[in-house]
């Protein structure tokens, strides 16, 4: 899975609409986005912020030797399930 950013700023933007969204664009980042819309879960920071702190989450429980499929966006969503929901990962970094 290829993470696609703005070339230039580094950045990466929520589309608004991924029904139209080319699904060989999608990035790690817009997998999480589109699965976090479906809980109707509303970020209190933004859906950047949200995902990156699950991300780093994620690579410190692998780390530590928690068996998570990295590259599993639904594996991902079901380990955040099981470490109390999105809300815990809900704050700025």
């Known amino acids: ?14 589309e608004k609409d991924y029904n139209i969204y080319p699904k060989e664009k999608w990035c790690m980042y817009d997998y999480l986005a ?14 950047e912020n949200l995902i990156t702190i699950i991300l780093l989450a994620v690579d ?10 990295k590259e599993d966006p639904q594996d991902i969503i079901w380990w955040v399930k099981e470490q109390g929901g999105l809300s815990e990962f809900d704050y700025e970094a």
Do not use: F
């Not at 993470?3 to 230039?8: N, T, Y």
């Not at 589109?34 to 859906?47: A, G, H, N, W």
């Not at 410190?60 to 499929?69: F, K, R």
């Open 1 to 14: 899975m290829i993470d696609v950013v703005d070339q230039w700023t580094g950045k990466w933007t929520e």
């Open 34 to 47: 589109v699965l976090i819309r479906r809980e109707m879960y509303k970020p209190k920071t933004s859906m």
């Open 60 to 69: 410190n429980a692998i780390e530590d030797g928690t068996d998570i499929i």
